[in-house]
């Protein structure tokens, strides 16, 4: 089975060599509808493809949140795992030791966190240079990305990776745009402005759409946005995600850079190899995760604070809470005793839809 790549290029090729004339019309139409497709599977791979020539990629979701590190070869993610996670990934002086994705396992404050290696990224990933397709849709896959780079040369890389990200549809620290848009049948495009627009006016907004064959839809602007704000809702397949730049090998550089890296957004210094402030990076990655512990409460027992249920903040629902245990017991479910600060008693009778707080206490009653 030749890889997705090849196929695209050798659907590219053909077109380049096929002459554009009524004959051949319906022939470039079939190419250009493969085409499209296969770009959809590299962003989104297909999970469970038994024996794809890409071994080692598209590890299995285990632990409560998935974290992804990324950076260019050499910048130290290996040793930053290994020394994390204690697990062994090949750790060597020359570039592109790592060349499948590692997971490794931590338990922070009770949830399991699934950190991934993945293969150093190089300049034109996105186009599918290196392994970095494939790296980037793993990425995809993550709750938080660790963008590793090397405090000497920090922001170019950062550039460089941000470019390459973005180029395949992840927006890092971004909150998805405030537009709504709805396609519709009839009555062309109408276009609503909730705020004075510096960029877009109908005209450009018809010329984006029609690029994308749509005529007819409502669009609501409710900020200042940008085509490519507009552009990024019509494709409706980008993915916001939270990061932490981590600038590695801090051993090289004075205090008062440090101090200088220390008030940058995002940022956190940090040096892998002699496991300098690992403590700092923890906090900040609980933080950004935003996940809600629930303990469990056994009738007549103590509450068990060793294994707690994790949620992602947003849906931390009672309703959440029973099918993360299991599909079964939203179907028996009576009501839910609560201890903590989601509720004003202690402990206060609650229905399913009751929103709980990190570090409250559940005991739910079935029905008899």
């Not at 599977?41 to 590890?59: M, R």
């Not at 990024?232 to 890296?261: A, F, H, M, T, W």
């Not at 190899?273 to 900040?284: G, P, Y």
Request: proline share 4%; charged share 25%; glycine share 8%.
């Amino acid at each position: 089975m030749s890889t997705i790549l090849e196929k695209i290029a050798a659907i590219e090729s053909e077109m380049a060599r096929t002459q554009k004339n009524k004959a051949t019309a319906g022939h470039l139409g079939l190419l250009k509808a493969k085409l499209a497709k296969l770009r959809r599977e590299l962003i989104t791979p297909k999970g469970g493809s038994g024996g794809s020539g890409e071994a080692g990629f598209e590890v299995a979701k285990t632990g409560d949140a998935r974290v992804g590190f990324v950076g260019f070869p050499s910048v130290g993610k290996s040793t930053l795992l290994s020394n994390l996670a204690g697990v062994y990934s090949e750790v060597a002086a020359y570039e592109f030791t790592t060349l499948t994705t590692v997971p490794g396992c931590i338990k922070y404050k009770g949830a399991k966190i699934q950190l991934l290696d993945l293969p150093g990224i190089i300049e034109g990933a996105k186009d599918g240079k290196g392994r970095g397709r494939q790296v980037i849709a793993v990425a995809r896959t993550c709750n938080l990305i660790f963008m590793v780079l090397d405090v000497l040369k920090p922001l170019h890389h950062k550039k460089l990776l941000e470019h390459e990200l973005e180029g395949f549809g992840l927006r890092l620290n971004k909150q998805p745009p405030n537009i709504y848009f709805k396609k519709k049948d009839k009555g062309g495009i109408n276009l609503n402005c909730t705020v004075a627009q510096s960029e877009l006016d109908l005209e450009l907004v018809k010329t984006i759409l029609s690029e994308y064959k749509i005529h007819n839809a409502d669009i609501t602007l409710k900020y200042d946005a940008t085509a490519d704000d507009l552009i990024d809702v019509v494709e409706g397949n980008r993915i916001y995600i939270p990061c932490i730049y981590l600038l590695n090998k801090i051993d090289q550089i004075s205090i008062e850079e440090l101090d200088v890296i220390y008030k940058i957004p995002h940022c956190i210094p940090i040096s892998a190899h002699h496991h300098w402030n690992f403590d700092d990076l923890l906090e900040m990655m609980w933080e950004y995760l935003n996940l809600v512990r629930i303990y469990t409460k056994p009738k007549g027992q103590l509450p068990d604070y060793s294994a707690p249920v994790v949620l992602n903040r947003g849906k931390t629902t009672i309703e959440d809470f029973c099918n993360k245990i299991h599909r079964t017991i939203i179907k028996e479910f009576k009501y839910a005793l609560v201890w903590g600060s989601s509720v004003k008693h202690q402990p206060q009778k609650v229905g399913v839809e009751h929103v709980l707080n990190d570090e409250d206490v559940v005991q739910i009653v079935k029905k008899v």
